[in-house]
């Protein structure tokens, strides 16, 4: 476990280092002047700030501007943070691929992918919801039992817990068609449950570098052996322990943004913040998604 201090540093030692190399070899910043609080600073507060439960830009503002200005001098007004933290949605991602390649989440030769509902009203007010027009939508939470009206995010991992990749679509969007955007540049096994079941999606997976695996449906005979039904189911539901905290403690399917450009940096720095914990807990020799035991009490 580390003390609140000690995880800050480490935070941004990770995230410095990482975009101190990206800085090499891609130009992060288009055009202006620099600001005077660092990339590296932003991403800092926002992860920490997602690892502690707080999951606004101006509560974490706030946060940091209470009990860190010491270690953040530069810090300035709350619309200055806000904003560049926004719109440093693209450094985000680009940090999360470096921290997830050092994991070895292209290399792994198994991956899970799963959905995940994002409601972003009650079904009831879904006629006078303004959020996201012409995309929210409605659909069936089938681990719910409900119909909702929003958006769904469909994740990627690894065997091992590690965020390959995500994206958002419709809530009404067909999870075997948004996996296409998952599963470019993996290989090996790809495990899902009964909605990714098609011949179609089956055949159109690059032929001798990804097996998909499902659960039957009950009216279907399965040939593989139930010791093998076991193992795949086991290697299944880890994706519920991923799941489980990017919901609960980053509030992955709470939807605060109002439009696609701040909802692309929400879920950066959420898968972000996610693979940071699981890269921590990893050096600390720890169980990788165990976040409750990175700080000490």
């Known amino acids: 476990m580390l003390t609140i201090e000690d995880f800050v540093v480490v935070v941004y030692c990770l995230i410095d280092d990482v975009v101190t190399a990206l800085q090499r070899r891609v130009r992060l910043r288009s055009r202006g002047f620099a600001p005077a609080l660092r990339d590296s600073e932003v991403l800092t507060m926002v992860v920490v700030g997602e690892l502690l439960g707080i999951d606004t830009d101006e509560q974490i503002w706030e946060y940091f501007r209470r009990h860190w200005r010491a270690w953040f001098p530069t810090l300035g007004s709350r619309s200055q943070f806000v904003r560049q933290a926004a719109n440093r949605w693209r450094v985000r991602q680009l940090v999360h691929h470096g921290l997830a390649t050092v994991l070895g989440a292209w290399d792994d030769d198994v991956h899970v992918v799963d959905g995940v509902p994002m409601p972003l009203c009650e079904l009831t007010r879904a006629a006078r919801c303004k959020r996201f027009r012409g995309l929210a939508a409605t659909s069936y939470c089938a681990a719910k039992g409900q119909y909702y009206f929003g958006l769904k995010g469909h994740v990627l991992i690894t065997a091992c817990g590690v965020i390959t990749a995500i994206t958002v679509t419709p809530a009404n969007t067909d999870e075997r068609d948004a996996a296409w ?117």
């Open 181 to 297: 955007d998952l599963v470019d540049g993996v290989v090996g096994l790809l495990l899902g449950d009964k909605g990714y079941i098609s011949q179609f999606f089956r055949a159109g997976l690059r032929p001798g570098a990804i097996q998909l695996e499902t659960p039957l449906r009950r009216n279907m005979k399965d040939p593989r052996p139930p010791a093998q039904i076991g193992v795949l189911m086991t290697v299944r539901r880890r994706i519920e322990t991923v799941i489980g905290p990017l919901t609960e403690r980053l509030h992955l399917a709470t939807v605060r943004a109002r439009d696609v450009f701040h909802l692309t940096g929400r879920v950066a720095r959420t898968v972000l913040a996610h693979t940071l914990g699981v890269f921590i807990n990893r050096q600390l020799g720890q169980e990788p998604l165990q976040f409750d035991g990175l700080l000490a009490a």
